[in-house]
């Protein structure tokens, strides 16, 4: 493993290897043993788009490992301004000994990946969101004590989340059912991958694709990019709310799960939010122990 860019480029092993480590490193931070891995080893993070948690679980994550997180800002790069990415890649690879980026196009991600020589890891692209899906299967794992097996039930939109969620639960041998209105199904990669697994449902009905769901995952309406769709999207989404209706489809001890920000009342009502929001800070609070496993695994 020589980056981390999609849920697709990952093997079984390497994500339940991922996961060990991510446990491991919260178990010694839990109990204050050091593990400074990364000393001296620095990681530029670029910033296209908002965060809190990418941003916080980076820049604290490192320094934990006795690294040092460098804020790249894309308006106050040169990126901003129209410098290649491939000149970038080029230039931050004889600087600093990792990169994470959070951008729109996940080809320049991959032209990241390709120019440098230093690893990259994707922070969230419009395709996907890989470092919230370790840290979803983290939690899972927490929680149920096993992946494989389990059904996972994602309602609302294909994007950078139901992508990866998708890919990365079927590789971990979960069951997966994704509940999407007509015209915002996952992306043709995705379905491709998915096709060849019997454990897989695409479907537009929310009932049948909750039905016995060990895991419950929603996310916004309109990710960011879309804010202008925000309107025409509320309208198009009504139905796909991750509510009681919904809650009483799956299992009875069925976990519900947010990658965050939430929209209360709309993906999610106030109501399963606040009764499932151990699990949603947890989730949250493990993007930091599985991307400082992912940290030491390509930086180490
Ligand atoms: N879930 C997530 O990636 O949050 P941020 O946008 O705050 O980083
Ligand atoms: N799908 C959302 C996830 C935010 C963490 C977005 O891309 O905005």
């Known amino acids: 493993m020589k980056h981390l860019l999609k849920m697709l480029d990952l093997s079984k092993e390497e994500i339940t290897d991922i996961l060990n480590l991510a446990d491991q490193l919260k178990y010694e931070l839990k109990h204050g043993i050091p593990h400074p891995h990364l000393r001296g080893k620095t990681l530029g993070m670029i910033f296209q788009k908002a965060s809190t948690r990418t941003r916080v679980s980076f820049e604290v994550g490192m320094y934990q490992l006795g690294g040092y997180p460098l804020f790249l800002s894309a308006n106050d790069l040169q990126i901003g301004r129209g410098e290649p990415v491939q000149d970038t890649a080029r230039v931050l690879s004889r600087y600093i000994d990792g990169i994470m980026i959070r951008t729109y196009d996940q080809a320049e991600v991959e032209a990241l990946a390709e120019y440098g020589n230093i ?7 419009d395709f996907s969101h890989p470092c919230q899906v ?9 929680y149920k004590n096993r992946l494989d097996g389990l059904k996972l039930c994602y309602i609302g939109d294909g994007n950078n989340m139901a992508n990866s969620l998708i890919v990365g639960g079927l590789k971990v041998g979960m069951s997966v059912s994704a509940a999407c209105p007509k015209g915002y199904e996952p992306h043709k990669t995705v379905l491709d991958f998915a096709k060849d697994f019997k454990c897989f449902e695409l479907t537009d009905k929310p009932l049948e ?5 060990d895991v419950v995952i929603t996310d916004v309406w309109a990710s960011m990019g879309h804010e202008a769709e925000r309107e025409k999207r509320i309208i198009a989404f ?9 809650m009483a489809a799956a299992k009875p001890d ?6 965050l920000p939430a929209h209360r009342e709309e993906e999610i009502t106030t109501k399963v939010f ?14 930091l122990h599985a991307q400082k496993a992912v940290m030491v695994k390509l930086m180490g």
């Open 274 to 287: 606040e009764e499932h929001a151990t699990e949603i800070f947890d989730e949250a609070e493990n993007r």
């Open 119 to 125: 690893p990259v890891i994707n922070g969230l692209t």
């Open 209 to 213: 694709a909750a039905k016995d769901a």
């Open 134 to 142: 370790l840290a979803d299967l983290m939690t899972i794992r927490e």
């Open 254 to 259: 069925a976990m519900v799960m947010h990658c």
């Open 238 to 246: 009504k139905g796909y709310q991750v509510n009681d209706e919904v």
